[in-house]
Every structure is written in C-alpha cells, then in structure tokens.
C-alpha cells in the first residue's frame, strides 16, 4: 500500500481532510446549472495486502492463501459494466489501481484488468495508468511485465532507508529490497513515484534528511512526501508510539521543501513534489474537482451530470462486493447519493487550495454548476486576511494561507 492517492493519510502541516464534512440532506441538484463534464479518470481498489501496517486506515485485508484473481477480475468486469450507462461516451485520461497491494496480483491480472478497461472505456491512447507496489522482491520481479501491459507509471511505497523505522512501521520490505525495487521500477516504467514519510517513532532530524537525500539520489520523477499520523481505528491510534514534537516534525518538513527544490524538483501540492512534466494527473484531477468512476471493493468515485453531482462508495467488504456485483443488481454499491449544492464550495475548496499554483476562477462554475458569487465574500474575507489570492484570474492559497489551510476551508463548511 502507498498512499500517493491518499485517501486516509494526511501530510503535515495542513491536513486538510480532519475537517469534518458539512452535514446536509440529499438534495435533488435542482439549481446547478447545465454545463460542460469534467475531465474523468478511473480508480481500482485492490484490497488485499501481506500484512495490515499499523498506521494504515484504508480499506485493505490481509491475504490469508492465493488471492481469488479470477473471482475478483469477475466482479471487476461486472462493476465496471453495470457504471457504464453513467460515463458512456466519456474520454478517461487516467487510471489508478491502488489498494491495499495491487502489486500482489500476477501479471497476468494486470494484463486482463487493463485490456478490459481498453475494451469497455474510451481511454486515451496515451493515458496515465499508475500502479501502487510494494518495494518487496517478489512484487518487484513483476515490473516489467506490467509495463508491457501498458501499465506507465509505478508508485512505490518505501517510506523509509531506515531499517529499523521500516519495522516500526511494520513495513514488509527492508532497505536493501526498496533501492532494488526503485531500480527494477525505472527500468520497466517511464514515471516513477516514492512515497517517503517523516516524523517517524524515534526519528530526528538527521535520520529524515538521510531518508530524503537517498530518495533524491534515484532522480524519479515524482515524489510524495507524508507526515505520518495517527488515524483513528488503527494500531498506532489505540497504542501510539513516540513520535516528534510539532517543532521537529516543522524542521523536517521544511528541509524537504528546500532539498527537494535543490534537487530540481517542484512542491505543485501539499504532499507532491515533481520534476518538470512528471505530475501526477490523475491526482491533479481529483484536486480540480474533475470526476472519477471508484471500482472495486470501498472504492469511492465522484460523477458529474449536467445537472447533478453524485458520489458512490462500492461494499467495503471483498467478498461481499464479489457477490453483489455478480448478482448485477446495484447491491454492490453501498452509497450512491447527490451531492447537495451547499457541500459543493467545500467539496471545490478542499480539494483546489491543495495546489501551490491554485486553479483557474473559471473551474468553480464549470464544476460545481454554482456561480462564482456564491464563494466570492468569503474569498474576499480570506484576502483581506492575506489567506488567498484572487490575482489574475486564479484562486489560490498563499503561502501563509497554506501553513493555516484548515482555518481556511472552515470558512466554506456553512
């Protein structure tokens, strides 16, 4: 499991997802207006890992004997099937398989799930398909073969050099196996990513720059740099370990904004630092607000209408997903609900003053179906405060906003 696409673990020192969600009625979209579709990607849950790392809070289930490929490679087809009259005719630019490890499953696998998707979807010739791996040897001797099937982009989910902090955090793979797997990655796909975490059980400020400074020393394209948190319902939550201070674990953070932009590389979003041309779009989609089709057991999606928007969430359970998607009769999805129109500047918000550079003013109503006005006394509130900027036409956080992002998406909860 890595968690570039992040839904549980936040990066310090602005974890924007702890705010708690505007609680609201249903409601029937009546009042978004008619407008031009959002880009749209495609996201795969492969729910099954070797062991449950203690700080992990995604949906993933220790492997007990082989993984149930054709069974699962079953049900994906049919949840794939039965989403196809709600994106029928839409272009995908991107897919990412996450998990969980999907790197456990054969290449093979791989191979079918992707020319599944060629055949059902209107996927882009040149689309961004990233695969979540483990750094261990035998995920790693698969590399190859799943950048033959088309897979592009790799994102590794290191999180340390340090032998002992891998153990700690109850990681599978030592150091030795991820510079190996780091090499096995960049000979089999163009893009690669690291997940790196800091602020770590006994860490100090030498040992994270040790960490940083091995991971820059592979030049890949792309990292994702976490700090780590302790998420309720996991081990860490209910037996913490010792971690940083706030003041150390703000030392760390800012030795990496500057080595990483010694290093070539550009801090785009709170977490993600990428050379020239290696972002990651399909996690940039998801910032702007764009939609994505959620397959596979408790994947979540986010859908756009001319007159809607509707979010889904597939049963968390992997067995119980398999047997609902085969009876084909919408029992697989345990969530499917529209998204009221006052979530939405939130929901815009959360995602978009993630970015350095911010977005353009133009996505609010061309996503949200919400007229610009709607936000614009809170924007000029928060820029008054020196929390944003509205210069040229492009809304983002400054950087004093940034260090301070929960207090400004507060601002849009009501």
Known sequence: MTMEQGSGNRPAPVP???IERPRVRPASGHGLGRRPLPP???????????RKCPYCDFNSHEKKGDIPEDDYLAALQADLEQALPLIWGRQVISVFIGGGTP????ARAVDSMLASFRA???????????????????????????????VNRLSLGVQSFNDEALRALGRIHDSAQARAAIDMAQSAVPRVNLDLMYALPGQDLNACRRDLDTALSFDTGHLSLYHLTLEPNTVFAKYPPPLPDDDLAASMHEYMIEA???AGYEQYEVSAYAKVGQRSLHNQNYWTFGDYLGLGPGAHGKLSFHDRIVRQARNRNPDSWMQRSLLRDGSHVAEDRVVAPNELPFEFMLNALRLKEGVDMSLFPAHTGLPFTVVLPTLQRLEQRGLVSLAGGRLRTTDQGWRYLNDVLHEFVE
Do not use: K, Q
């Open 16 to 18: 924007a997802e702890s």
């Open 40 to 50: 749209l990607s495609l996201y795969v849950h492969v729910p099954w890992c070797v």
């Open 103 to 106: 790197s456990l499953l054969s």
């Open 120 to 150: 059902c979807l209107n996927l882009l010739p040149d689309a961004e398909i990233t695969l979540e791996a483990n750094p261990g040897t035998a995920e790693a001797g698969r590399f190859r073969e799943y950048g033959r099937s088309g």
């Open 260 to 262: 990483t932009a010694m």
